[in-house]
């Protein structure tokens, strides 16, 4: 077992799991720590546990210190430099000509690394907009193409459901999400309805798809024949959260019942 907190970049969401580094440390305490880019500043999102050292990523890095007023002063002017960079990349991209739309701008604390990420139609060339992003700015630069998915989980935004994204707010990773799971739903097939506003999949759709996957297997299917006390007819209708299943049977009619499980 390891003794590590969890911070997360407040500019990316990353989350890093550290090693407290015997700092004395409650969450939501503002921080400088080590990462594999350079030093990153954060917050405090979990407070010191131990961890069972297969779950971790070794090695671990360090907190370094709490942040300070100096800190803040760079933090600060570090945000003026992405917003800078991100005018620098448009307009450079002009004249090279290069067919990108730019989503936002990193540079960690320390100014070893400045993050830029894009959107565009097909892969580009742009070796040259490197070079003259790290003429001006005197640090490594890297360009990152990004999909429309990833571009909502910078941006934020708010879903149908009126509440913040769920990729913006909440979830660290995109999970496959499939046209199935919107039919195993019974949702109507609508893309105004079922896609995001990355244009994609809802995020969403893959959270109940186990329970109604689970909740459908003893019943019968739409449109096959199924044996009743009324008689044989064809499955018209199912409702899972009342445990019924319609049946149309041919000169008698649609009934409705309740309960009953398919016999194999």
């Known amino acids: 077992m390891i003794e590590v907190v969890v911070a997360m970049d407040q500019v990316t969401k990353n989350i890093y799991y550290l090693l407290p580094?015997?700092?004395?440390?409650?969450?939501?305490?503002?921080?400088?720590?080590?990462?594999?880019?350079?030093?990153?500043?954060?917050?405090?999102?979990?407070?010191?546990?131990?961890?069972?050292?297969k779950n971790l990523v070794l090695p671990l890095f360090n907190v370094v210190r709490l942040v300070s007023s100096q800190d803040k002063n760079i933090i600060k002017k570090n945000r003026t430099t992405e917003s800078k960079a991100l005018k620098d990349a448009y307009k450079y991209s002009k004249e090279l000509k290069l067919d990108m739309k730019f989503v936002d701008s990193y540079i960690n604390f320390d100014c070893s690394q400045l993050i830029i990420s894009f959107i565009a139609d097909d892969r580009i060339d742009?070796?040259?907009?490197?070079?003259?992003?790290?003429?001006?700015?005197?640090?490594?630069?890297?360009?990152?193409?990004?999909g429309v998915r990833d571009k909502a989980k910078k941006i934020g935004g708010l879903g149908p459901c009126?509440?913040?994204?769920?990729?913006?707010?909440?979830?660290?990773?995109?999970?496959?999400?499939?046209?199935?799971?919107?039919?195993?739903?019974?949702?109507?097939?609508?893309?105004?309805?079922?896609?995001?506003?990355?244009?994609?999949?809802?995020?969403?759709?893959?959270?109940?798809?186990?329970t109604y996957t689970e909740l459908k297997k003893d019943m019968p299917k739409i449109g096959m024949k199924y044996e009743t006390p009324e008689g044989i007819g064809k499955v018209v209708d199912i409702d899972i959260f009342n445990n019924s299943y319609s049946v149309e049977?041919?000169?008698?009619?649609?009934?409705?019942?309740?309960?009953?499980?398919?016999?194999d």
């Open 21 to 53: 580094n015997s700092l004395e440390l409650n969450i939501n305490d503002e921080v400088i720590f080590e990462s594999e880019f350079g030093l990153i500043n954060g917050i405090i999102i979990k407070n010191k546990y131990l961890e069972k050292k």
């Open 126 to 146: 742009f070796r040259n907009l490197v070079k003259k992003m790290a003429q001006k700015y005197k640090t490594r630069i890297e360009l990152r193409q990004i």
């Open 162 to 210: 009126g509440l913040f994204l769920c990729c913006n707010s909440f979830l660290t990773d995109f999970n496959s999400v499939s046209i199935n799971m919107a039919k195993n739903q019974m949702l109507a097939l609508n893309p105004s309805k079922i896609n995001g506003v990355c244009g994609r999949l809802m995020c969403c759709l893959s959270y109940e798809n186990e």
């Open 249 to 263: 049977i041919d000169n008698k009619g649609i009934f409705k019942f309740f309960g009953d499980k398919r016999d």
